[in-house]
C-alpha cells in the first residue's frame, strides 16, 4: 500500500474547513492513483500462469513448454517491485535473470539479480549490469524467452556507451540535457544514438530469441521506442535527430569530442543506423504496456466521482514549462469558481504527464513543486481551492519529496513567514519554499513510475 506520510499534517495546514476539504480529498485522489499502478499489483492481475501457460494483459498467451529457457532482463525505478511479483509468479520457471534498479531499493528475490546503479546521471555499476544483460541476450537461443522488465529510469540505469564514448561524457551530456529544459523524448532521441543498447540494440543482440516487454511507461502518450529509449523497439529517429537536439540547446559544440565524433559519422553513414522497423530482430518481439499515466490519472477520477464532484480528466499528456503549466491550472480553477465553467462546482480537475523546469537559479526542486508554487501565486485568496502536483515515483528532482499541495491561503502563511514567492520562483527554489511551509508530499520511493500527475479541486 503506498501512501502520503505527512498527509494528516498536509490536511492540517488547510486551516479553514473548506481547505482542509479539498486537501483530503486531491491527497486521498493521489494515493488512489499510485495504488492502481503498483507494479506488484499491475503483474499479478496482468501476468498470469494458468498450467504451464502464460497469459498477459488477455492479450498474449505463451506456451512455456515450447521455450527451453526463460530469461529475464530490465530496468528502471519500477523494476525491481515488477521483478519481484513476476518472480512470484514463474518461480523456478526463470533459469537466469539481471534487472538494474535505483540505489536504496529493498526489493527481494532469489532468481532474478537485482543490481542497483545510479538514476538520472549512469554510472559505471550500470554499465556493468548492461553488460550482463547483452551477456544473456546473446546466449539466448531461437527457442529461448526473454521477458524484459522495462520502466520509467531504465535509459539512465542501462547504460552502454558506443564505440570510444566513456560514461564520463555520457554523464556529462545526460546532464546537460536535463538542465536545458530538453524533452525526455529529445533526451532520449541523443540517448539512442549513443548507446549500444537502447534504439532496439537489445532486441538485435537477443535475436531469434522470442522477447516479451513488460513495459510500464513513464513517457507521455506511450511513445514504445522513448519507454527506457526503446531497447527491444525499432527507433523512428536518426542520428541527425540526434545532432538537432544538441543544437537546438546549444549544447552540440560544448559536448564531448566522442560523442560529436559518434554522431557525425553517424549521419554520414559510416557507423550503423538504430534498427528500423523493417529488421528481422523485431519479428519475435511482443511489446505490452501494463500500466501508465492514464490508468493512475483515470483511477483518481474515479474516486473523486465517488465523493460526489464533478470530474473533468483534462488530459494524460501534459507538457511545457512547470511555472506555466501551473499558473494555466490555477486559471482554470478560478474559471470554475467565477463561471462553472468547464464543469460546475465541486469540481476537480485531473492532469497527467511530465512537465519541464528550464534551470536559471540555483536553488532546489522538481517539476511538481514549481507547478504548485507557479499555481499559488495565481489562486492567492481563493477559498476551498486547492493544487496537489506530485511525481508517481516518490521523488520530484534532485529532491526527497513528491511534490507538493497549496491553496488560496498559501501566500498569508508564507507571508507570516517572511517568505517572498517570487523570489523562490525566480531561483527554482520551490523545495525550500515548501519546506518551510511544510507543505512538500512526502511518500518515499513508491516503486512506480508514470510520470506526474495533478489534481485540481475547487469546492
Request: glycine share 10%; net charge neutral.
Amino acid at each position: 500500500m503506498i501512501t502520503i506520510k505527512n498527509e494528516e499534517k498536509l490536511i492540517e495546514n488547510g486551516e479553514t474547513q473548506f481547505n482542509k476539504k479539498a486537501r483530503d480529498l486531491a491527497l486521498k485522489s493521489l494515493e488512489s492513483a499510485l495504488n492502481a499502478v503498483d507494479p506488484k499489483q499491475i503483474i499479478k492481475s496482468k501476468v498470469l500462469l494458468k498450467n504451464s501457460t502464460l497469459h498477459v494483459n488477455n492479450r498474449y498467451v505463451f506456451d512455456l513448454k515450447k521455450f527451453k529457457n526463460v530469461y529475464v532482463v530490465g530496468g528502471g525505478k519500477a523494476s525491481g517491485s515488477m521483478a519481484e511479483a513476476l518472480e512470484q509468479v514463474l518461480g523456478g520457471l526463470i533459469k537466469e535473470g539481471w534487472v538494474n534498479i535505483p540505489y536504496g531499493n529493498k526489493h527481494k528475490t532469489d532468481i532474478i539479480k537485482l543490481h542497483e546503479a545510479s538514476h538520472p546521471i549512469p554510472d559505471d555499476s550500470g554499465v556493468e549490469g548492461t553488460r550482463r544483460m547483452v551477456k544473456i541476450a546473446e546466449q539466448a537461443e531461437k527457442d529461448d524467452l526473454i521477458i524484459c522488465l522495462i520502466s520509467g529510469g531504465g535509459s539512465s540505469l542501462m547504460p552502454l556507451p558506443r564505440d570510444e564514448i566513456t560514461i564520463a561524457d555520457k554523464r556529462e551530456i545526460t546532464d546537460a540535457l536535463l538542465k536545458c529544459g530538453a524533452t525526455i523524448n529529445e533526451i532520449n532521441t541523443v540517448r539512442k544514438h549513443i548507446s549500444d543498447f537502447k534504439g532496439g540494440w537489445l532486441a538485435k543482440k537477443a535475436y531469434p530469441a522470442t522477447i516479451l516487454n513488460l513495459i510500464l511507461s513513464d513517457v507521455v502518450g506511450d511513445p514504445l521506442d522513448f519507454i527506457a529509449s526503446g531497447p527491444t523497439v525499432p527507433d523512428s529517429t536518426t542520428f541527425s535527430d540526434a545532432i538537432k537536439v544538441l543544437k537546438k540547446y546549444g549544447l552540440w559544440e560544448e559536448a564531448p569530442a566522442s560523442i560529436r565524433k559518434v554522431l557525425s559519422e553517424g549521419e554520414k553513414g559510416k557507423i550503423p543506423e538504430t534498427p528500423k522497423a523493417n529488421d528481422e530482430a523485431f519479428k519475435k518481439v511482443f511489446n505490452v504496456v501494463i500500466g501508465n499515466n492514464r490508468l493512475a490519472i483515470q483511477t483518481a477520477q474515479n474516486y473523486l466521482k465517488s465523493e460526489g464532484l464533478n470530474t473533468l480528466l483534462l488530459t494524460s499528456t501534459l507538457e511545457g514549462e512547470a511555472r506555466h503549466v501551473g499558473t494555466m491550472l490555477a486559471s482554470i480553477a478560478h474559471e470554475v469558481s467565477a463561471s462553472g465553467n468547464p464543469i460546475p462546482k465541486p469540481a476537480a480537475i485531473i492532469a497527467g504527464g511530465e512537465t519541464t523546469v528550464t534551470i536559471t537559479g540555483k536553488g532546489k526542486g522538481g517539476r511538481n513543486q514549481e507547478i504548485a508554487l507557479a499555481a499559488a501565486l495565481k489562486m492567492n485568496g481563493m477559498e476551498g481551492a486547492v493544487l496537489a502536483s506530485l511525481s508517481t515515483d516518490g521523488i520530484d528532482g534532485p529532491t526527497d519529496a513528491a511534490g507538493a499541495i497549496v491553496d488560496g491561503k498559501t501566500l498569508t502563511r508564507a507571508a507570516k513567514k517572511g517568505l517572498i514567492p517570487e523570489e523562490f520562483l525566480a531561483e527554482n527554489d520551490s523545495y525550500n519554499f515548501f519546506s518551510k511551509l511544510e507543505d512538500l508530499i512526502f511518500t518515499g520511493p513508491t516503486g512506480t513510475n508514470v510520470n506526474d500527475i495533478s489534481i485540481v479541486i475547487v469546492l
